[in-house]
């Protein structure tokens, strides 16, 4: 039924005239009796898989390539922005990328990111999407007036063969982790915090988010599909991801922070999220307070020239997230003239609660202290759609897996106040995050 449905939507196409006058793209969508992750579980490792699952509950997975950008310097994002492409469709006329930003986009790939993109963002051949109990499959394809109807009814018959190929998972062994290195080591870490301290009180900068990586080496394969189970049931509030750069190399993760959500009614919601501890109390205290405050002077300076309106409350809430709290404050607007999400975006990243604040000043610390490469941690991750709109989260719960390495990323937000020592366990809970998976 499926397949003759795709006949007659081309046919329709092919018979107008008019239908190739531009460059296209084909976008056909139809409705499913599948669960993504069911789907998902199978078919995971194909060539430029990704998964996203939204706070809300909304559901990604794609796989194979229609179109990629690829981002190389902070100039290249407005390409981002530029979409000529007619789409030729049983649906709705827009189409989203799927993709994320490096968290520095002017310094040089290092390890462990050599050889992997500053940015990527792509239109997969395949997306399957759940959203309130309803899945939904769409094949993408370009195509032009000496594209083959037959062509086309064989790849789509080929591809959607994707929700065939689903079997019941068997119980996957969980691989055994030991810890390679750390960089910096405790002592040097203490020493960099220590030497922030020093520069906070003595130049023009309030706040400097200093990070570290730990390696860890895996006795097995990680099985990927299990980890997204994991995450998608201990923390159910958050944006988990992954997405597969290539066959051997994955990014991972599971974050709370979503960097901005804009609507096709030029509403906008961003949280500031900054400010955190296993012990709750501990968030009344004056460091925890300026750090987030830091973060919503921030915000408040780029929307609110922006917006006709805004709300921000007062004082923000405990966001628990059962191993830490965090401070958290959903902030929303409506911007007075339509503007796209990556201006937003450029705008809003790296934020302070990932970089610190003012932000030349702790770029510059950073990359004096940091003697690694923090890639896509603390940049950004999520989807936006050809109209301008979408969702963006900032990817700090996360890790870098190379064939059985895995690369954790993880930071803490220094101001005067702060104390060396507590900054360091604050590191060790954060990366408790990922790391409870494998106990």
């Given amino acids: 039924?499926?397949?003759?449905?795709?006949?007659?939507?081309?046919?329709?196409?092919?018979?107008?005239?008019?239908?190739?006058?531009?460059?296209?793209?084909?976008?056909?969508?139809?409705?499913?009796?599948?669960?993504?992750?069911?789907?998902?579980?199978?078919?995971?490792?194909?060539?430029?898989?990704?998964?996203?699952?939204?706070p809300s509950g909304t559901k990604y997975f794609g796989y194979g390539k229609t179109l990629v950008l690829d981002i190389d310097t902070k100039n290249d994002i407005k390409i981002l922005k530029k979409y000529d492409y007619e789409i030729l469709t049983n649906t709705t006329n827009k189409v989203n990328f799927f993709g994320g930003l490096s968290f520095d986009l002017i310094k040089k790939n290092y390890s462990p990111w050599k050889n992997i993109p500053k940015g990527r963002f792509i239109i997969p051949k395949i997306l399957i999407k759940e959203q309130s109990k309803k899945t939904t499959i769409t094949y993408f394809k370009i195509v032009n007036s000496k594209t083959q109807k037959s062509y086309l009814l064989?790849?789509?018959?080929?591809?959607?063969q994707i929700i065939n190929n689903i079997n019941h998972s068997k119980e996957s062994t969980i691989p055994k982790i030991k810890i390679g290195y750390e960089n910096p080591q405790k002592n040097n870490y203490l020493l960099n915090i220590k030497k922030a301290i020093n520069k906070i009180n003595n130049i023009d900068l309030s706040k400097v988010v200093i990070s570290r990586m730990i390696k860890y080496y895996l006795n097995n394969n990680l099985d990927k599909k299990d980890l997204i189970k994991y995450l998608?049931?201990?923390?159910?509030?958050?944006?988990?991801?992954?997405?597969?750069?290539?066959?051997?190399v994955s990014f991972i993760g599971s974050t709370p922070e979503k960097l901005i959500r804009l609507s096709s009614k030029n509403k906008l919601s961003i949280d500031?999220?900054?400010?955190?501890?296993?012990?709750?109390?501990?968030?009344?205290?004056?460091?925890?307070?300026?750090?987030?405050?830091?973060?919503?002077?921030?915000?408040?300076?780029?929307?609110?020239?922006?917006?006709?309106k805004t709300n921000i409350p007062k004082s923000p809430k405990i966001l628990d997230l059962n191993y830490i709290y965090h401070l958290i404050t959903s902030i929303s607007g409506t911007l007075k003239n339509k503007t796209h999400i990556i201006d937003l975006v450029n705008k809003l990243y790296p934020t302070p609660a990932l970089l610190g604040y003012k932000s030349e000043k702790a770029i510059e610390i950073i990359n004096n202290f940091e003697k690694f490469d923090r890639g896509w941690y603390g940049g950004c991750i999520g989807t936006f759609d050809t109209k301008g709109n979408g969702e963006f989260f900032v990817p700090i719960r996360s890790f870098l897996l190379i064939r059985k390495k895995i690369y954790i990323f993880t930071g803490s937000g220094i101001v005067s106040k702060s104390d060396a020592n507590k900054e360091w366990e604050e590191t060790k809970i954060k990366s408790e995050h990922i790391l409870n998976y494998f106990k």
């Fill in 272 to 308: 500031a999220l900054a400010g955190s501890s296993k012990n709750k109390n501990d968030l009344k205290k004056i460091k925890e307070i300026d750090e987030h405050n830091y973060v919503i002077k921030h915000i408040k300076n780029i929307i609110n020239p922006l917006c006709s």
């Fill in 154 to 160: 064989s790849e789509f018959l080929k591809e959607t």
């Fill in 1 to 54: 039924m499926q397949n003759f449905k795709f006949k007659s939507f081309l046919e329709k196409i092919y018979s107008n005239k008019q239908s190739f006058n531009k460059k296209c793209i084909l976008k056909y969508e139809s409705n499913i009796n599948c669960k993504i992750d069911n789907i998902c579980n199978n078919n995971i490792n194909k060539k430029h898989t990704f998964y996203m699952k939204y």
């Fill in 232 to 248: 998608n049931s201990k923390h159910k509030n958050c944006f988990n991801f992954f997405i597969n750069f290539n066959k051997n």
